[in-house]
């Protein structure tokens, strides 16, 4: 069967069970795919051959004695190196954890394997999820498999860009502030940042606990949907994690546009988005209502404050987070040169030698912003503006269902182009940091292409209605060939 | 606001436990002082009676409080640069 690597996950899941193409198959057309093009690309971080191939054996093997083996049996998938895949290294990116074996399966790793899903390795990221190009992996950044010049997002870059390239039908990735959506846009995928609270954060590194959320990168709704409802749940390891029951995720997907009411939050767009970003986004709101949606004006008077109540909230949660790589229990442990060095020095070192700069610009940040005597101007305002950007939110949903932006005021930039200067990138973020702040799910879907290279658009909803961005996401689809297209690598 | 000069960064950095170089000080402060002022713009708001938002869930919910073993002795010390005895071993802690 041709064109294994190219296929979704229904389509891959369908075609095994059918007995079309046997998981062997689909495993080794994309281990081999990876090994012809992830050079140019650097996706993968570690890769795990040995094991995918045996499960494949076993998947089939159970198929020909007449079991299921699960919705996403022989599946393709790929993890970001910031979730424990057991007997896999967790790098997050960091020279800190270079050698760090995992003792355990996060539960979405243990709810995908149950699933019959096959993990292919772990994938490349921005250094514990702090950047939004990928260039802060102490392992080398990922280019986009759209131009190989350009970046493919961030701090998820790995997982959308091995989605892009074929590499695995489904990848999964961790979104703080957009980590998810942002790398989504720019390789021309969709990403799923579900509710806070929808799936269990066991097993991933902690970045900013209040807003870290997983979720999976595909190339269509339907298998975001399908992947969705696999990993979500309660989980007793997490005690965020809600236990209100799962929706019907995959009925979501296809139903009709009439009677969909997007939100447009015009204001908010008005500035710093490129103009051909803002004409493709146009054109999918213009087509959306020819299809039947009702398009609403809708005011987020607060968002643009996020960005800076983000970096204040979540580098606080971050600088704590992080303290517990100091040498001791896991990880690198640099050895002072002098004899009469203590456990203080032995911490310093370590940290100093084991976090890139980015990571030691966020520590220090958050750590400033809950000292004595800042706490107050700092991290307590940024906390009641979030309260604000949430209000806004759900006054919003009084009057629609969804509410769209563009997912990045930009298209992919160069290798480079922002590295200098922090602030310009985090402004990458500006569309995606309010759905974290405020707990929401939240979708990018493709809706276009501008110069060749992929423009997404994204859809909020309301806590827990991933079916309400998952119906507008499917509609997007349905009136673009954008989620379609493929780079030619 | 805030003046951040490299000395108020060197307090930072030993609360946080970097050892930084002077030139990663110096750079750093700089950067803070660029983030803080962009920051900044959350001061024209009026915050009168806003409650502080820290967590977006419907609440906690706990688990009873039962020890379970899910990692065995030897897998909690299998990453540990220094080790003795089944214990962490870390450099001198007090005095020198």
Redesign the interface.
């Known amino acids: 069967m041709s064109g294994l690597t190219s296929m979704g996950v229904s389509e891959l899941a369908a075609a095994i069970k059918g007995k079309k193409a046997s998981a062997s198959e689909v495993v080794d057309a994309h281990l081999a795919r990876i090994s012809e093009k992830d050079g140019s690309i650097g996706a993968f971080l570690a890769r795990a051959d040995e094991t995918a191939c045996g499960e494949a054996k076993e998947i089939d093997a159970r198929l020909a004695r007449g079991e299921d083996p699960g919705p996403l049996a022989g599946v393709p998938i790929a993890i970001k190196d910031a979730i424990h895949v057991k007997g896999l290294a967790t790098t997050c990116g960091s020279k800190i954890l270079k050698k760090f074996a995992t003792p355990y399966d996060a539960t979405v790793i243990r709810r995908l394997k149950s699933a019959g899903a096959i993990v292919l390795g772990k994938l490349n990221m921005d250094e514990f999820a702090m950047g939004s190009s990928n260039e802060n992996s102490a392992f080398g950044p990922v280019r986009n498999p759209w131009d190989l010049t350009r970046v493919p997002g961030g701090s998820s870059g790995g997982s959308a860009a091995a989605v892009c390239a074929g590499f695995a039908a489904m990848t999964l990735g961790s979104d703080t502030g957009g980590s998810i959506r942002q790398p989504a846009a720019f390789c021309g995928v969709v990403g799923l940042k579900p509710t806070y609270g929808r799936v269990s954060r066991y097993g991933l590194v902690a970045f900013a606990s209040s807003l870290d959320q997983i979720g999976p990168l595909t190339h269509s709704c339907a298998d975001a949907a399908l992947s969705l409802s696999v990993i979500a749940g309660q989980d007793v390891h997490d005690a965020t994690s809600s236990p209100r029951p799962l929706d019907d995720y995959a009925a979501a997907v296809g139903q009709p546009t009439k009677g969909l009411r997007v939100g447009v939050p015009r204001d908010f767009l008005k500035t710093g988005v490129d103009a051909f970003v803002m004409a493709e986004f146009d054109r999918t709101i213009a087509a959306l209502k020819s299809d039947g949606a009702s398009i609403v004006d809708v005011s987020l008077k607060n968002a643009p404050h996020a960005i800076a109540t983000y970096y204040l909230v979540a580098t606080a949660e971050a600088s704590s987070n992080l303290a517990r790589f100091d040498g001791v229990r896991y990880g690198l442990r640099t050895d002072s040169a002098t004899s009469r060095a203590t456990l203080k020095d032995m911490y310093g070192e370590t940290r100093d030698q084991g976090f890139g700069p980015e990571v030691k610009r966020r520590i220090i940040l958050g750590t400033f912003v809950l000292s004595s005597g800042y706490y107050d101007a700092y991290y307590l305002r940024a906390q009641k503006v979030r309260t604000l950007i949430r209000r806004d939110f759900e006054k919003a949903f009084e009057s629609c269902d969804v509410i769209a932006t563009p997912t990045t005021p930009s298209p992919a930039f160069k290798l480079g182009e922002k590295t200098a200067n922090p602030l310009e990138m985090y402004l990458a973020d500006v569309f995606t940091v309010p759905a974290n702040l405020a707990g929401l799910p939240g979708i990018s879907v493709p809706c276009g292409f501008s110069a060749g290279l992929p423009v997404g658009l994204q859809f909020v909803g309301p806590a827990f209605a991933e079916t309400a961005i998952l119906r507008a996401g499917s509609a997007v689809e349905r009136l673009s060939d954008a989620s379609a297209r493929r780079p030619a690598l | 606001m805030?003046e951040i000069e490299d000395k108020l960064?060197t307090h930072?950095?030993t609360?946080?436990?970097?050892?930084?170089?002077k030139e990663?000080t110096h750079a750093?402060a700089q950067?803070?002082r660029?983030?803080?002022k962009?920051?900044a713009?959350?001061?024209t708001?009026d915050?009168t009676g806003?409650?502080?938002?820290?967590?977006?869930?419907?609440g906690?919910?706990?688990?009873p409080d039962e020890a379970t073993h899910?990692?065995t002795h030897q897998?909690?010390l299998?990453?540990?640069?220094?080790q003795e005895a089944g214990l962490?071993r870390?450099?001198?802690?007090?005095g020198?």
């Not at chain 2, 806003?50 to 419907?58: F, L, N, Q, R």
């Open positions: 805030v960064l930072i950095a609360l946080a436990r970097l050892s930084l170089s990663e750093l950067d803070l660029e983030i803080l962009y920051a713009s959350l001061e708001l915050l806003v409650p502080p938002m820290s967590h977006a869930t419907e906690e919910r706990f688990r899910d990692l897998q909690a299998q990453n540990a640069p220094d962490f870390v450099p001198q802690v007090i020198g």
